[in-house]
Antibody, heavy 115, light 112 residues
């Protein structure tokens, strides 16, 4: 069955960067794009962007273009998102999702930005 | 960006009852290829969102036929019949027609 397993929670300091992972299984990794979505506490969902694991091509929400970097490692079927220059506004749960219409979601990675 | 407006913000329902959630987009969601990429998701407390409906009215694998989606252009509706305890949570509509993809603010379904 399709599974997206995300890395564990992270506590980071303002100004630092964080890199989180999303390991896919149960399907051919290069067949479907991987989306990343932000959910701030108690709030709605924001689409950050997607990466095509086959080509490495990306599409970012302008709002996150200078903040997020999406990459993949095809050999391990893992997608990564690095978030840089973190502020308290970046404290949130970050999800990866894949397949058409974001049919499958990871369990989320909680990022807390605090000094 | 396409703004997705969901109403109501919250709903109280009795078990076995029926509810409707509305989702309106600020622009037509009809893609150049003729498809309308409007999806519905349910986020249960403490869980990730799960896909219920895609392309307006198609139920995702394993989703009960108590859930139905309808609409076109800019106006869409999710109906839930014979509400069960496992249906409670926050429902989101989302569009995948135009970049950036966007979601509604959510509708919280609670027990009366």
């Amino acid at each position: 069955q399709v599974k997206l397993l995300q890395s564990g929670a992270a506590l980071v300091k303002p100004g630092d960067s964080v890199k989180m992972s999303c390991k896919a299984s149960g399907y051919t990794f290069t067949d479907y794009i991987i989306h990343w979505v932000k959910q701030s506490h108690g709030k709605s969902l924001e689409w950050i962007g997607y990466i095509n694991p086959y080509s490495g091509g990306t599409n970012y929400n302008e709002k996150f273009k200078s903040k997020a970097t999406l990459t993949v490692d095809k050999s391990s079927s893992t997608a990564y998102m690095e978030f840089s220059r973190l502020t308290s506004e970046d404290s949130a749960i970050y999800y990866c999702a894949s397949r058409a219409a974001m049919a499958y979601w990871g369990q989320g990675t909680l990022v807390t930005v605090s000094s | 960006d396409v703004v997705m407006t969901q109403t109501p913000v919250s709903l109280s329902v009795s078990l076995g009852g029926q509810v409707s959630i509305s989702c309106r987009s600020s622009q037509s969601l009809v893609h150049n290829n003729g498809n309308t990429y409007l999806s519905w998701y349910l986020q249960k407390p403490g869980q990730s969102p799960q896909l219920l409906i895609y392309k307006v009215s198609n139920r995702f694998s394993g989703i009960s036929d108590r859930f139905s989606g309808s609409g076109s252009g800019t106006d869409f509706t999710l109906k839930i019949s014979r509400v069960e305890p496992d249906d409670l949570g926050v429902y989101y509509c989302g569009q995948g027609t135009q970049y950036p993809y966007t979601f509604g603010a959510g509708t919280k379904l609670e027990l009366k």
